[in-house]
T-cell receptor
């Protein structure tokens, strides 16, 4: 079956531009997570959706970051007025709810964002 | 305090030998899960193995095993019979709470493993 799909794979933007990153989770997965991975670091949590509800956005670094999942499937992470420190790989992960055993979060290949 | 600590930035192992990647964790939640992911240079995060806090036995998945020492709060990954394709970044991660679908993961800084022919 299809895994988590992210697009674009690479994005280059000039400082100050707005960008939108897309995540298409595994079909039927209720939970969707966004993570930010800076160069040489582990991923860090940004935000979490359960269906269309954004239940946790505590990891979003500033109000320039906005995420939505209006129909409970595809999610978009938007960054407004990009800054150089936004350069990172943005990873999306999905998971069934009620994963009490060894079900992992399934990750996409990520979007590598470079701000010039 | 860091929730996940990986103290080995880089490790080298001879092909066909075994290697242990260290991971310690910090949580006060009695229910948690520990994961290891592999990230090749292409960037995808590949799930390797899982250990639940209440699991009595160490997890094993093929050539991967997890040395779970609850009292020491360590969850080291052991890769047996290393292959060239094992060269990658390895991340230890933890979920606090019972449900992987309802709780974000905390990641360590990773260990870069290089397998030498």
């Amino acid at each position: 079956g299809a895994g988590v799909s992210q697009s674009p794979r690479y994005k280059v933007a000039k400082r100050g531009q707005d960008v939108a990153l897309r995540c298409d989770p595994i079909s039927g997965h209720v939970s969707l997570f966004w993570y930010q991975q800076a160069l040489g670091q582990g991923p860090e949590f940004l935000t979490y959706f359960q269906n269309e509800a954004q239940l946790d956005k505590s990891g979003l670094p500033s109000d320039r970051f906005f995420a939505e999942r209006p129909e409970g499937s595809v999610s978009t992470l938007k960054i407004q007025r990009t800054q150089q420190e936004d350069s990172a790989v943005y990873l999306c992960a999905s998971s069934p709810l009620g994963s009490y055993s060894n079900q992992p979060q399934h990750f996409g290949d990520g979007t590598r964002l470079s701000i010039l | 305090a860091q929730k996940i600590t990986q103290t080995q930035p880089g490790m080298f192992v001879q092909e066909k030998e075994a290697v242990t990647l260290d991971c310690t964790y910090d949580t006060s939640d009695p229910s948690y899960g520990l994961f290891w992911y592999k990230q090749p240079s292409s960037g995808e995060m590949i799930f390797l193995i899982y250990q639940g806090s209440y699991d009595q036995q160490n997890a094993t998945e093929g050539r991967y095993s997890l040395n779970f020492q609850k009292a020491r709060k360590s969850a080291n990954l052991v890769i047996s019979a290393s292959q060239l394709g094992d060269s990658a970044m390895y991340f230890c991660a933890m979920r606090e709470g019972k449900d992987t679908g309802a709780n974000n993961l905390f990641f360590g800084t990773g260990t870069r493993l290089t397998v030498i022919p």
